[in-house]
């Protein structure tokens, strides 16, 4: 059988990085109002779409809004979980 070619190794060394490092500031914990006010979002958009299956009909301002009361509860939830990536 023949043998395969050996290929050279390259020599050159590799390029250093360009960009100057940048040093992150250190910032603490987040403030226990702003986790208050985060699960506070998400608990606001859960009851909501809880509220609107069990008693949406029964309800005059739930049942002028009809299918936006699910746009409404997971806005909410959603501002919720938005805020989850600047807690700290």
């Given at each position: 059988?023949?043998?395969?070619k050996v290929r050279k190794k390259d020599t050159s060394a590799p390029?250093?990085?360009?960009?100057?490092?940048?040093?992150?500031q250190a910032v603490g914990p987040?403030?226990?109002l702003y986790v208050a006010v985060m699960l506070g979002?998400?608990?606001?958009?859960?009851?909501?779409?809880?509220?609107?299956?069990i008693a949406g009909d029964k309800?005059?301002?739930m049942a002028d809004l009809g299918g936006w009361n699910f746009a409404v509860g997971?806005?909410?939830?959603?501002?919720?979980?938005?805020?989850?990536?600047?807690?700290r």
């Open positions: 059988m023949p043998k395969s390029v250093a990085d360009r960009r100057t490092p940048v040093k992150a987040s403030h226990p979002f998400m608990i606001l958009g859960l009851l909501w779409l809880v509220t609107n299956y309800i005059g301002f997971f806005a909410l939830m959603i501002i919720g979980l938005l805020m989850t990536m600047r807690w």
